[in-house]
């Protein structure tokens, strides 16, 4: 039999390592690589500027390799992640617009930027700052940019919650660093006789009707153009908005849910009621002049052959009624803000006012409306004066 030599004293005997093993160990260009087998037994090799980096990159891959999930190609670009994140959201979870916004924001401002090439496991906290600087400083709202780190930070998430990867890059964006949203400032018509002229100059609008919903109740664009007559009580003077229009061109028009995500009743006021009464007559007139050509999807605000109404319809209709009224000319969601302005400076209680835009939180009204609660604390003081102080002493 032959003698076993005995092990050399301070020589470890060398061992194949375990899947998820790993080593530290720095280049000669100064880069750090942590090193690791993956599952099928490959190595894989992870890069770092500094030590913590390369380490920081070894524990998140050793996360992933105890689960038993393959580690992430380190080929893999940003880029070609987000297009094959896009490619698996279905319409059953999101709403078909939703989709398209992101598709847009990818291929218009993520894909033709540097930031897309680089491969996933390798980007960092600082190359997304970087990359939202850089887009800032081409002409970029804030608000655009700050859409964009939101998109990121969704799409980045789903990876590590499928186990893909460790971190998501996008939540390590400190607050100071990430892209904050402009607000738009507002342009209402709700002061003086405004209102009134805007009304008398609506008169005649083929949409007249809808333009007196939407200063009168604050529904959404969306809200109206998806409104169906079986939604409407005219006896009761209230209707309940279901549904949103969505999409992006006439053939992938379809009602949605509302924003909110749920149904929400409005009441109508004698001018409303009296405007959708004469719609409805002009309507019936509309489907007797086109018979069978007529499309019935029981819409109350449809074209002249009963089809959806495209935006574009409503921004001219809006237009000439503003023209006519010799009123500064606005954006049609500022029809909801003047309506919101309308019933909280005429002490509506905001809990109602928010109950009938549809906003998911009272807190969400107050915040977009301060301006006007603003007066109403006034008003609220001084009717406490009133209340308290002696009129003889007054």
């Known amino acids: 039999m032959g003698q076993t030599t005995p092990a050399t004293p301070g020589r470890r005997a060398l061992r194949r390592r375990d899947a998820g093993d790993g080593s530290l160990f720095q280049r000669k260009d100064g880069r750090w690589v942590a090193q690791l087998r993956d599952p099928d ?3 894989r090799y992870l890069y770092g500027a500094t030590r913590g980096e390369a380490k920081q990159r070894l524990v998140e891959a050793q996360a992933v390799v105890h689960t038993g999930q393959p580690l992430p190609d380190q080929r893999l670009t940003l880029g070609r992640y987000l297009q094959d994140w896009l490619a698996g959201l279905s319409t059953a979870t999101l709403k078909p617009r939703t989709i398209a916004y992101y598709a847009r924001y990818i291929s218009r401002h993520i894909l033709p930027a540097e930031i897309a090439r680089k491969p996933l496991a390798r980007v960092e906290p600082i190359d997304l700052r970087r990359f939202y600087a850089e887009r800032l400083a081409s002409g970029l709202s804030s608000t655009s940019v700050h859409h964009i780190h939101a998109l990121l930070h969704v799409a980045l998430q789903r990876a590590v919650d499928d186990g893909f990867w460790g971190r998501n890059v996008a939540a390590l964006v400190g607050r100071s660093n990430r892209p904050k949203v402009r607000r ?13 002229r805007f009304l008398e100059a609506a008169k ?3 949409l007249e009707a809808l333009l007196v919903l939407a200063i009168t109740t604050g529904m959404r664009r969306g809200e109206l153009l998806a409104l169906r007559w079986k939604d409407v009580d005219l006896e009761r003077g209230s209707l309940a908005v279901t549904g949103s229009l969505q999409g992006e061109s006439r053939a992938t028009l379809s009602i949605a849910s509302p924003k909110s995500g749920k149904s929400r009743s409005v009441a109508l006021g004698t001018v409303a009621v009296t405007a959708l009464r004469d719609h409805r007559d002009r309507q019936a007139e509309e489907q007797l002049l086109v018979g069978g050509e007529w499309r019935d999807l029981g819409l109350v605000f449809s074209t002249e052959y009963g089809d959806f109404l495209s935006p574009t319809t409503l921004r001219l209709s809006l237009r000439r009624a503003l023209t006519r009224a010799d ?11 003047s309506a919101a302005t309308l019933m909280l400076s005429r002490g509506v209680h905001p809990k109602m006012a928010s109950e ?3 906003h998911s939180t009272i807190a969400i009204t107050l915040d977009l409306y301060s301006h006007v609660t603003a007066n109403m604390q006034r008003q609220a003081a001084d009717a406490i004066d009133a209340a308290l102080v002696d009129p003889a002493l007054a």
């Open 356 to 358: 009938m835009l549809g």
């Open 327 to 337: 009123l500064p000319t606005i954006r049609f969601h500022d029809l909801r803000h």
């Open 41 to 43: 037994g490959r190595r």
């Open 184 to 196: 738009v400032e507002m342009t209402t018509i709700a002061a003086g006789d405004q209102p009134r």
């Open 204 to 206: 005649g609008e083929r």
